[in-house]
């Protein structure tokens, strides 16, 4: 038989009564996140970027296929300047109307 704890199990978890915490807006399409936030580095780690900012998945692939890491460091931060190409805002207003979980496949960028 199986011994009892005298505490409980389930001490660590949250009060059902208490509110989840707010969505992060995505930093490229600013819909709010769902359930899987991918943290991005808008300068990639190898050029220096120490920053990250909250993503969706489907959001992240769209700028690795669209831009190299030369050119995500020369925007940075600035979200315009990666709004500016024709190919990420024809995608950031497709998938305006998606669910905030919503993924796809995206293809790969023609090198």
């Not at 992060?24 to 600013?30: I, R």
């Not at 020369?74 to 979200?79: A, D, N, Q, T």
């Amino acid at each position: 038989m199986a011994r009892r704890s005298k505490h409980d199990p389930y001490d660590h978890l949250p009060p059902e009564d208490e509110a989840p915490p707010a969505p992060v807006p995505c930093w490229l399409c600013g819909r709010p996140t769902g359930k899987t936030i991918v943290w991005h580095h808008p300068v990639p780690k190898s050029r220096g970027g120490r920053d990250v900012v909250p993503m969706h998945s489907i959001c992240q692939q769209t700028l690795t296929a669209n831009f190299t890491n030369s050119e995500l460091q020369r925007h940075g931060l600035e979200v315009d300047g990666l709004l500016a190409n024709p190919n990420v805002r024809k995608f950031v207003d497709w998938v305006a109307k998606k669910d905030p979980d919503f993924t796809a496949t995206v293809t790969r960028k023609q090198r």
